[in-house]
């Protein structure tokens, strides 16, 4: 599929989307409400999309950033789907029942920027301490002890 | 990280007849590194398997956030570092993709001889360690017997042993040992003359295929659900062999094989990286002797500032799919970046692969994952 296909596509999984095509990839930014839906109609519709190969989330400071890496197996088109949440109450949908990896990827980013996945079987630290405070990969982290300064 | 006493309390709540939850590491030989494994048993077949990490968790991705785009390369060969030659190289072709760097040939060829050589030192140590911990000590010897001397490659080449770092932005730190060429094709002489032996010792021996075959089985779907790559996806048939999909330096100038099984089991998994030993000596063959004269380094600034925007590169490690994301305002030092690492989503279909067996073979699917703990924690 083109480009214009896939924004095509999307757009009427998700009305409100936007479209971002500076980079290597399409970016696809929709509302935190419209991921679940879209990235289901991802996986199972006529885009097959079934490797979900990076999930992680960016801090800009204004916001975080949940940025989704797509791909297929089949016809191996890559696209970037991403949902901008609020800092103080980021709440998203999780899509680890679609694509199983990101169980483990969805842990990570709860524990390391506090992101609230919702309807995620088993949302608990899985890298730090049990009793560690703050988001370290937020860009306001500060630890006394260890931060790393340059 | 589990804490201590809240293990304690799971087991007295659990309650349900014959369970039993015991802790599997962090200190543990087959484990190779500090991973924890909770495990839940019946009898001696397994419930559940939860792993806990962090032990060795340095917060690469952060410190990366304060470092240059020079420096950052350097943090990534204590990731994995059985592959890391490979790490240094997706890291310096994202800022080579980034800024359009002209890499020379000289250099291409050095780095792809240089990948292959670590992921033959990486399986060959797999090959050991596995089968030490399926109770075959003898195999172990045999494969350091020739790791022994990809590692004295890489000193020459590099000063290191283990974490190399010798790939930069814009080609090679500086040129190859002028007996870099002599001593890789002793080593492929003698790969081939001994490569027989793993064969007699490991494969078809009748106690290793009864303790591999049909253990951890693993369809292709849940592979690819999982996020396997690497060894791990190409034993259930899932084709994901970087070098072939998204052929990056000179891989798409040489022949060789992707290798698949069907199988998907532990031995399938063993084959695979079997197999691909062999293919890796084939590709250092095609260009040991065709390493382009020239410069090993292309001209770059001092200074290196990625465009405003977002990059992703990935290469095939010995484990998988490397894939570095770096999400750049334009400064001298990443915004964010992201490391893909291919055992972080290896060790997360431990517990999909396992439960339900028998706690013995719990040590023949965990170690065909061929987990290596700073990868998966980082």
């Known amino acids: 599929m083109t480009n214009e296909e896939i924004k095509e596509y999307i757009s009427s999984l998700a009305p409100a989307a936007s479209f971002d095509e500076t980079g290597e990839w399409l970016n696809v930014t929709v509302e935190p409400a419209q991921l679940k839906p879209t990235m289901a109609a991802l996986r199972t519709g006529k885009m097959q999309m079934n490797y979900l190969f990076c999930l992680t989330c960016v801090d800009f400071k204004?916001?975080?950033?949940?940025?989704?890496?797509?791909?297929?197996?089949?016809?191996?088109?890559s696209i970037v789907i991403k949902a901008n949440l609020n800092r103080e109450q980021a709440v998203i949908e999780t899509v680890c029942d679609i694509w199983r990896t990101a169980e483990f990827l969805e842990r990570e980013v709860f524990e390391m920027f506090g992101v609230d996945f919702t309807n995620h079987p088993d949302l608990r630290k899985l890298i730090l301490e049990d009793d560690f405070k703050g988001y370290p990969l937020r860009k306001d982290f500060e630890d006394p002890i260890n931060m790393i300064k340059l | 990280?589990?804490?201590?006493?809240?293990?304690?309390?799971?087991?007295?709540?659990?309650?349900?007849?014959?369970?039993?939850?015991?802790?599997?590491?962090?200190?543990?030989?087959?484990?190779?590194?500090?991973?924890?494994?909770?495990?839940?048993?019946?009898?001696?077949?397994?419930?559940?398997i939860e792993p806990h990490l962090g032990y060795i968790h340095r917060s690469i991705e952060k410190m990366c956030e304060s470092l240059t785009y020079r420096q950052f390369i350097y943090v990534t060969s204590r990731m994995d570092y059985l592959s890391s030659?490979?790490?240094?190289?997706?890291?310096?072709?994202?800022?080579?993709?980034?800024?359009?760097?002209?890499?020379?040939?000289?250099?291409?060829?050095?780095?792809?001889?240089?990948?292959?050589?670590?992921?033959?030192?990486?399986?060959?140590?797999w090959l050991g360690a596995m089968a030490m911990d399926l109770g075959a000590f003898?195999?172990?010897?045999?494969?350091?017997r020739e790791r022994e001397m990809i590692t004295d490659i890489m000193e020459d080449t590099c000063g290191a042993r283990l974490t190399m770092n010798y790939i930069v932005p814009g080609g090679l730190m500086y040129d190859i040992h002028p007996d870099f060429q002599k001593k890789v094709k002793a080593f492929i002489t003698q790969f081939k003359s001994k490569v027989n032996e793993y064969e007699d010792l490991v494969t078809n021996n009748v106690i290793f295929q009864s303790r591999t075959k049909g253990v951890?089985?693993?369809?292709?779907?849940?592979?690819?659900?999982?996020?396997?790559?690497?060894?791990?996806?190409?034993?259930?048939?899932?084709?994901?062999?970087?070098?072939?999909?998204?052929?990056?330096?000179?891989?798409?100038?040489?022949?060789?094989?992707?290798?698949?099984?069907?199988?998907?089991?532990?031995?399938?998994?063993?084959?695979?990286?079997?197999?691909?030993?062999?293919?890796?000596?084939?590709?250092?063959?095609?260009?040991?002797?065709?390493?382009?004269?020239?410069?090993?380094?292309?001209?770059?600034?001092?200074?290196?500032?990625?465009?405003?925007?977002e990059f992703y590169t990935r290469v095939e490690?010995?484990?998988?799919?490397?894939?570095?994301?770096?999400?750049?305002?334009?400064?001298?030092?990443?915004?964010?970046?992201?490391?893909?690492?291919?055992?972080?989503?290896?060790?997360?279909?431990?517990?999909?692969?396992?439960?339900?067996?028998?706690?013995?073979?719990?040590?023949?699917?965990?170690?065909?994952?061929?987990?290596?703990?700073?990868?998966?924690?980082?």
């Open chain 2, 1 to 48: 990280m589990y804490n201590q006493t809240e293990i304690i309390k799971d087991t007295s709540e659990l309650g349900a007849e014959g369970e039993l939850v015991i802790n599997m590491g962090p200190q543990h030989p087959a484990t190779h590194g500090v991973l924890h494994l909770v495990v839940t048993l019946n009898g001696e077949t397994i419930k559940k």
């Open chain 2, 216 to 309: 951890g089985i693993l369809s292709a779907e849940d592979a690819i659900s999982y996020g396997c790559t690497g060894p791990v996806a190409r034993a259930s048939g899932v084709s994901c062999d970087i070098r072939k999909i998204y052929p990056y330096e000179v891989y798409d100038k040489v022949e060789f094989e992707e290798v698949l099984e069907t199988a998907g089991d532990s031995f399938a998994r063993y084959m695979v990286r079997v197999k691909e030993m062999n293919q890796s000596i084939r590709i250092i063959e095609q260009l040991i002797d065709n390493i382009p004269e020239g410069d090993f380094v292309g001209k770059t600034k001092n200074v290196l500032k990625l465009p405003k925007g």
């Open chain 1, 62 to 77: 204004t916001h975080l950033t949940m940025v989704y890496h797509l791909s297929a197996t089949t016809h191996r088109q």
């Open chain 2, 85 to 125: 030659h490979i790490n240094n190289l997706g890291c310096a072709l994202l800022v080579e993709k980034g800024m359009a760097i002209e890499v020379p040939d000289r250099a291409k060829y050095v780095r792809v001889i240089l990948s292959e050589l670590t992921r033959i030192a990486s399986h060959e140590l």
């Open chain 2, 317 to 378: 490690t010995a484990r998988g799919e490397l894939g570095v994301f770096v999400v750049s305002e334009g400064g001298t030092t990443p915004h964010r970046i992201k490391f893909r690492s291919p055992g972080f989503s290896n060790l997360s279909v431990l517990n999909h692969i396992a439960a339900g067996s028998k706690i013995g073979d719990l040590m023949a699917s965990m170690g065909t994952l061929d987990l290596v703990i700073p990868d998966i924690d980082r």
């Open chain 2, 138 to 144: 003898t195999p172990f010897f045999y494969a350091f």
